[in-house]
């Protein structure tokens, strides 16, 4: 059985997705790791961003460490077949509901931040995404040409009990781990899926997780909140499409989008998906630029995750904090290491 699956991708996600590997190689010999295309390469390979033996060798693996899919050579392709489609098919496949998705400020970095450093220091927020639900995957969906000329275009928001109960769950699960509270954020006032969101998230809680604190607040405020003081956060629940939204906001408080790890994960024992939240940042790929930290950092979620090695995951994380402290910085950070010499940095702290 295939430990890790590998899936760099297009963009920077060779690149990054390389210097993770050389770090899973070192901490964890013994690893069966495999390797795959996905996204635009595949496109090019196969005629499809994800082919079927892909999906299988996923969905067989215990964790998969996806770089980024890179849309903008296929915009002019159906959509069925861009490579986004494939990293949506993929988490539907995978059944990998629940996003989480880290802001941690590293102490070495607080003045990298486009916030002032007592806003951010010490910050430690968990952004909870719903991932193969809400307006990704809702029908029906289309564009149609209006008889009057011009066109209409319908996507559909939609929610079950059970799809929001599942990923709340594994919100109230993770503060008790954490500092105790969760913030759960919809727009109940204009939308109908947020008041069911409001409802259920009420019901399970009083149900399963008195213990735990629970804030509801509207998706809009949480915005504003996320810059003004992003330490009253703990964990924050969310739907797939503010879930996107907000993670990005909250990833720009650690200094660099080129930082931030997450995990995709489904029921107990299925495989979690791992991906730096960056993207293929076709402006400097192939450069040896990019920041290979947000791969590293998933790596560590997955030892911690779906690979039951914590102590791995705490040796990674202490590598990286200590790189860091060392002054290693890429050109996202303010320095000039190239993304081989930011895995050395790190491989050298291990
Ligand atoms: C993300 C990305 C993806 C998303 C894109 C590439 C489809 O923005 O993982 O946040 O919207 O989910
Ligand atoms: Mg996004």
């Not at 060779?14 to 996204?39: C, M, N, S, W």
């Not at 079950?160 to 759960?184: C, D, K, M, P, Y």
């Not at 939308?191 to 969101?197: I, N, T, V, Y």
């Not at 810059?227 to 503010?242: E, G, K, M, Y």
Request: hydrophobic share 45%; aromatic share 4%.
């Amino acid at each position: 059985m295939t430990d890790l699956l590998l899936l760099p991708g297009d963009g920077i996600g060779p690149e990054v997705t390389a210097q993770a590997r050389r770090v899973a190689e070192t901490v964890a010999p013994d690893l069966k790791i495999e390797e795959r295309l996905f996204g635009g390469c595949s496109l090019a390979a196969y005629g499809t961003p994800l082919t079927d033996e892909t999906l299988a060798a996923a969905k067989g693996a215990r964790a998969v460490l996806m770089g980024a899919v890179d849309g903008t050579q296929w915009a002019g392709a159906p959509r069925d077949k861009r490579p986004e489609a494939g990293l949506l098919n993929l988490r539907a496949g995978m059944e990998v509901y629940a996003n989480l998705r880290p802001a941690l400020c590293f102490p070495a970095l607080a003045d990298a931040s486009t916030l002032k450093r007592h806003l951010v220091e010490g910050l430690d927020l968990m952004i909870v995404r719903e991932l193969t639900g809400g307006i990704y995957f809702g029908s029906p969906r289309f564009i149609e040409d209006l008889p009057g000329g011009g066109r209409r275009a319908v996507d559909t928001q939609v929610y079950t009990t059970a799809e929001i109960e599942r990923v709340a769950r594994v919100a109230f699960q993770l503060a008790r781990g954490r500092r105790n509270l969760v913030h759960s954020a919809e727009k109940s006032n204009v939308m109908d899926s947020g008041l069911l969101w409001r409802q259920v998230v009420t019901d399970l809680h009083a149900r399963e997780f008195p213990d735990v604190r629970l804030e509801h607040i509207l998706a809009d405020n949480a915005a504003m909140q996320i810059v003004r003081d992003p330490r009253q956060f703990d964990v924050l629940v969310t739907d797939n499409l503010f879930g996107d939204i907000l993670s990005d906001a909250a990833a720009m408080l650690t200094g660099s989008l080129g930082m931030l790890p997450s995990a995709a994960l489904g029921d107990a024992g299925r495989p979690g998906l791992y991906e730096p939240i960056h993207g293929s940042a076709p402006d400097i790929a192939g450069q040896g630029l990019a920041n290979p930290l947000a791969s590293i950092l998933s790596l560590e979620m997955a030892f911690r995750w779906s690979l039951d090695r914590p102590e791995t995951a705490d040796r990674i994380l202490a590598a990286v904090v200590r790189a860091l402290d060392a002054g290693a910085r890429t050109r996202d950070l303010g320095g000039s290491l190239t993304t081989v010499q930011m895995g050395d940095a790190v491989l050298a702290a291990l």
